[in-house]
């Protein structure tokens, strides 16, 4: 590894042994990066010295009317706001700086500010909770946060409980001791830290099976690996291409496809904070998009729309996050006649591995490997699969799976490879076919969602004994979060204490991950030792 710019080591200083981390691999002539680089640098300050600095970078609605932030401003706005970080908040290159808020310019501006600072990003979702902000925060020693003034009260929840946590500052914020106020009169100038390449720029947390969270670890150069590979390969985007989309900036899905594969192309993205398929399609019109990031079942709800009131200027639509079905991709296609380019990734890769572009598509697939990747199917000893056998889908390329602190990473990465947890087949023509998680995951309209978790929110409801927490199948969600409940005595089931249990889980942790659908039973299937038996419950339904 090069000489860190990191003062504050803590991130280093906590990655996996150098033996426990999964191969490698720079083959492509494009994926050949200096050892000291600036991700955030790459990404607005040369796209300004190569001619894009009046072109627009950022649109978002205000009042209804689009607005644009071109690369020149959104560059200005950036150093301000690393001037700022280091200036006035304290904040020493390596540092890790909490970051919270719904996908608008503010959001875009801090994380880029941050990284050119030399701090370490730890995007957070809207609608995380207290609890899970506490886990995050805890994990990754978070010393300062930045914070959608709207978004305050969960994280001022959790503070007592992050003993680093010293100092939140809000943004969009108008008052004095808001983010805003530190940048009036800051020049709009900054010497970005001269980072190595393989320096850690973020952090993105997976709440994996147990709900406990897991930290993956991204280089600088990992960050552009991703903009090298399936963008250039596969979506192949140019300056004229407009971005929009629903995944959040903290999920690397939404960090690629909202942020920086346009910025990398020298494109420009709409960055709207709440979309539905109405408005998401009112967007694609409104700010004549033509590139479009969203979960599967977006797209479907979406194909009625777009046949009735037409696709406006959209060509490419990238569908990820869980199983696209092919009636989904067959319907929108006969609504708009463009075909779903669809892929997989995992935050551990940081962004997708597997696709195909559109005029290379076959039904029922995935996709094949993105160039610059090597994919294979194993079985349970790491062996490779023939063709047409389902087994493990081990993946490795210029980027990969580096745990903060966590023994899981040896169960993650085995001989080189990493496991992403899925099982896949593969056709003689290198095609990749999705058939299931290989654990109890369950991913339901674009959200991870560890049962384990939903469990243990439940379960701190009185009236709840025992209960089970699955993914069952659903037509336009993929999967739906299923609760089988064993009442304690003395409370009798019911569609009001259904109801009762639903809102209490939105109130314990993020609401997206209530339970849909709850069942009463008097007993859960067990094993002999007393472990749960989910594959019982996902039988019974």
Request: hydrophobic share 40%; net charge neutral.
């Amino acid at each position: 590894m090069a000489a860190t710019a990191h003062i504050d080591t803590f991130a280093r200083d906590n990655l996996p042994p150098r033996a426990q981390w999964p191969d490698l691999v720079f083959d492509l002539p494009g994926l050949q990066y200096p050892p000291r680089l600036n991700c955030a640098a790459e990404l607005l300050d040369r796209m300004v010295a190569m001619g894009h600095g009046e072109r627009p970078a950022l649109w978002a609605p205000v009042h209804g009317k689009p607005v644009q932030c071109t690369y020149r401003q959104l560059l200005a706005r950036a150093n301000r706001i690393a001037r700022a970080l280091r200036e006035d908040l304290g904040l020493v290159p390596g540092n890790r700086v909490l970051l919270r808020g719904p996908n608008n310019p503010m959001m875009a501006a801090c994380w880029l500010g941050i990284v050119k600072a030399g701090g370490i990003a730890v995007a957070t979702m809207p609608l995380l909770r207290a609890k899970e902000l506490t886990q995050i925060a805890v994990k990754a020693r978070v010393g300062l946060a930045l914070c959608d003034a709207r978004l305050l009260e969960e994280l001022e929840l959790a503070r007592p409980d992050c003993p680093d946590l010293k100092r939140v500052v809000a943004f969009n914020d108008d008052g004095e001791t808001g983010l805003e106020a530190l940048l009036v009169n800051k020049p709009d100038t900054f010497d970005n830290v001269d980072t190595a390449a393989d320096d850690v720029a973020l952090i993105a947390f997976t709440s994996g099976t147990t709900g406990q969270p897991k930290g993956t670890m991204h280089f600088h150069r990992d960050v552009l690996a991703m903009c090298d590979t399936f963008p250039r390969s596969v979506l192949k985007p140019g300056p004229d291409d407009v971005f929009c989309g629903t995944p959040p900036l903290a999920f690397t899905f939404g960090l690629g496809g909202m942020l920086c594969f346009p910025l990398r192309a020298g494109a420009s993205t709409v960055l709207v904070e709440k979309l539905m398929p109405d408005s998401l399609m009112q967007t694609i019109r409104d700010f004549k998009a033509t590139i479009c990031f969203t979960a599967p079942t977006f797209w479907r709800l979406m194909a009625p729309l777009a046949e009735k009131g037409g696709s406006g200027r959209l060509q490419k639509c990238v569908s990820a996050g869980e199983a696209l079905p092919d009636a989904t991709r067959q319907l929108w296609k006969r609504a708009t006649g463009i075909e779903i380019i669809d892929g997989i990734g995992a935050t551990e890769m940081i962004h997708i591995f597997i696709s195909s572009p559109p005029e290379a598509v076959r039904r029922g697939a995935i996709g094949q490997v993105v160039p610059g990747y090597q994919a294979r199917i194993v079985d349970e000893d790491g062996k490779p699969l023939p063709p047409g056998a389902v087994g493990r889908l081990a993946v490795k390329g210029p980027t990969g799976c580096r745990y903060l602190a966590d023994a899981r990473q040896s169960q993650y990465v085995q001989d080189g490879w990493n496991l992403t947890g899925d099982a896949f087949s593969m056709d003689a023509d290198g095609y990749f076919f999705y058939q299931a998680r290989t654990d109890d995951m369950i991913i339901s309209a674009g959200y991870n969602i560890a049962g384990p978790e939903v469990e243990s929110a439940l379960l701190a409801h009185p009236a709840v004994a025992e209960c089970g927490v699955v993914g069952v199948p659903d037509d336009e969600r993929g999967q739906i979060v299923k609760a089988v409940v064993v009442l304690r005595e003395g409370h009798a089931p019911g569609d009001a204490l259904v109801r009762e249990l639903q809102d209490f889980v939105k109130q314990t942790i993020a609401p997206y991950k209530y339970p849909r659908a709850v069942e009463f039973v008097d007993a859960l299937p067990r094993t002999e030792t007393g472990k749960l038996q989910r594959f019982r419950l996902r039988q019974k339904s």
